[in-house]
T-cell receptor, first 116, second 110 residues
Framework: NAGVTQTPKFQVLKTGQSMTLQCAQD?????MYWYRQDPGMGLRLIYYSASEGTTDKGEVPNGYNVSRLNKREFSLRLESAAPSQTSVYFCASSDVLAGVGADTQYFGPGTRLTVL | AQSVTQPDIHITVSEGASLELRCNYSYGATPYLFWYVQSPGQGLQLLLK??????LVQGIKGFEAEFKRSQSSFNLRKPSVHWSDAAEYFC????????FGAGTRLTVKP
């Protein structure tokens, strides 16, 4: 079991360039998430997908798009990167408990993105 | 909207000493509460969680946390800290729309 995998691990972009961050999980989880982590701000939710075919905005969705390609994969796209999007990006997945909602989230190792 | 406050940005304790990390939350309904730990350069790992029932929950690595509804708190404790506990600790509340605190960095002195 690889758990949650993310590619790439590191990326440097110039302002205005686009890129897609890939995430895959092999735990058969329904829910998947994208977060960004900035110093002193903890993790902030960008988008999440509660099931295949659905996506919802989180706390900081502006400048990002997502695709839930299938149950395993959830990608994050930056169409026109800006220096304010320099951050560490984490993907996570979770199972769902009946009557409770999302349970423990399992995190990938992160992607460190720098936008110049 | 739910939110989490971790009042301590950085805490230093001596190895073998006890530890308490504070967490206060704001949530409209019964909160689902979590503590995660992050080692440098790594993703987050769950330490423990509270959904309902006994307000004192046990987690991995000897950690425990107590849910106090009257104080809107979910503080993390460990009776004796080990050098390997040095990391950043995050409190979180919610389900799909999870909210994380800003984190508390723990340094352990030998």
């Amino acid at each position: 079991n690889a758990g949650v995998t993310q590619t790439p691990k590191f990326q440097v972009l110039k302002t205005g360039q686009s890129m897609t961050l890939q995430c895959a999980q092999d735990m058969n989880h329904n829910s998947m998430y994208w977060y960004r982590q900035d110093p002193g701000m903890g993790l902030r939710l960008i988008y999440y997908s509660a099931s295949e075919g659905t996506t919802d905005k989180g706390e900081v969705p502006n400048g990002y798009n997502v695709s839930r390609l299938n149950k395993r994969e959830f990608s994050l796209r930056l169409e026109s990167a800006a220096p304010s999007q320099t951050s560490v990006y984490f993907c996570a997945s979770s199972d769902v408990l009946a009557g409770v909602g999302a349970d423990t989230q399992y995190f990938g190792p992160g992607t460190r993105l720098t936008v110049l | 909207a739910q939110s989490v406050t971790q009042p301590d940005i950085h805490i230093t304790v001596s190895e073998g000493a006890s530890l308490e990390l504070r967490c206060n939350y704001s949530y409209g309904a019964t909160p689902y509460l979590f503590w995660y730990v992050q080692s440098p350069g790594q993703g987050l790992q769950l330490l423990l969680k509270y959904f309902s029932g006994d307000t004192l929950v046990q987690g991995i690595k000897g950690f425990e946390a107590e849910f106090k509804r009257s104080q809107s708190s979910f503080n993390l404790r460990k009776p004796s800290v080990h050098w390997s506990d040095a990391a950043e600790y995050f409190c979180a509340v919610g389900g799909d729309d999870m909210r994380f605190g800003a984190g508390t960095r723990l340094t352990v002195k030998p």
